[in-house]
């Protein structure tokens, strides 16, 4: 999040700009690169690395930015053809997830395509009714959509398929008993590809 930002104005950012990517290298998917003198929209990565690069040429020089960083959960993320990782916590694979959290993300596809989701790694709470910890889906913008099923365990046995072009996941964990949490892959398909769920 930014709390300072002037950089050399130029319509496409070519001469000063701050590139802001999707994970630790310059190859990451990028999630903005940024000049002028409006503060910026806080920028959220899918996962617990970022890596920001500051380009200055040899002519025209601003204040700069001041930018502070922080670990939340949750945030709107672009689906495209070639799949990215959504992890269920910042310390993933260092730690397990944490206790009293809500988080919603919301997947959303270019316009006629739809999303698929597979589920690598899945260790969630396990309960008959998914009442403790869960990660509810549904096939929309808010929980007002259609739902993809609530899961905890180890989660949905194959990929899932919505059929619009955005999905909602929301994560809830109670107080008590943390476990690893999950990785979801997720990639957007053009129709008619696939049915509503592989059988």
Not at 92 to 118: A, H, I, K, M, T
Not at 145 to 169: K, M, N, T, W
């Amino acid at each position: 999040a930014f709390s300072e930002f002037e950089i050399e104005q130029h319509q496409e950012c070519a001469y000063d700009h701050l590139e802001v990517f999707d994970g630790e290298t310059e190859k990451s998917p990028i999630l903005g690169r940024l000049c002028g003198n409006k503060i910026p929209e806080p920028l959220v990565a899918t996962g617990n690395k970022m890596f920001v690069r500051f380009v200055s040429d040899a002519s025209v020089q601003r204040k700069g930015f001041q930018a502070t960083h922080s670990t939340e959960c949750g945030g709107r993320l672009k689906a495209e053809s070639k799949p990215r990782d959504l992890y269920s916590h910042a310390q993933f694979g260092d730690n397990n997830y944490p206790g009293q959290v809500d988080c919603e993300w919301l997947l959303v596809s270019e316009q006629g395509s739809r999303l698929e989701l597979s589920f690598p790694i899945f260790e969630v709470e396990e309960e008959a009714d998914c009442g403790y910890d869960y990660v509810e889906l549904f096939d929309g913008l808010d929980s007002t959509a259609v739902g993809l099923g609530r899961f905890c365990g180890s989660g949905p046995p194959e990929e899932i398929y919505s059929i619009g072009d955005a999905v909602l996941i929301h994560f809830h964990t109670d107080d008590t008993i943390n476990k690893k949490g999950f990785h979801i892959r997720y990639k957007s398909i053009r129709y008619p590809d696939t049915m509503h769920t592989k059988k």
